[in-house]
């Protein structure tokens, strides 16, 4: 079982940037990675995935604007978020999958601009 924490978020003004971090309690070498988020009163919503070689998935809305990337050496991805929106305030999780297995960051990580 692999346990993920999330850090980094806040509340900065639009326009600024926020990196936030998803650590594992184990290596994540064979995991897809992704970080979702869930605006109040909203669905839950995928924004991004990595595979385990590194090829990465965006939502159309932060394509352009938010990166993510893994450090397999540090069990730990990441999720930077450039020109933050207003709209792009919510909870963000993280998530771990392989194969039938899927397991959620203990979050909840409040990011966004206001």
């Known amino acids: 079982q692999v346990q993920l924490v999330e850090s980094g978020g806040g509340l900065v003004q639009p326009g600024e940037s926020l990196r936030l971090s998803c650590a594992a309690s184990g290596s994540i070498f064979s995991y897809t990675m992704g970080w979702h988020r869930q605006a109040p009163g909203k669905q839950r919503e995928l924004v991004a995935t990595?595979?385990?070689?590194?090829?990465?998935n965006y939502a159309d809305f932060v394509k352009g604007r938010f990166t993510i990337s893994r450090d397999n050496t540090k069990n730990t991805v990441y999720l930077q978020m450039n020109s933050l929106k207003p709209d792009d305030t919510a909870v963000y999780l993280c998530?771990?999958?392989?194969?039938?297995?899927?397991?959620w960051g203990q979050g909840p990580e409040v990011a966004g601009s206001s």
């Open positions: 990595i595979t385990t070689g590194g090829n990465t």
């Open positions: 998530n771990a999958v392989r194969y039938w297995n899927n397991y």
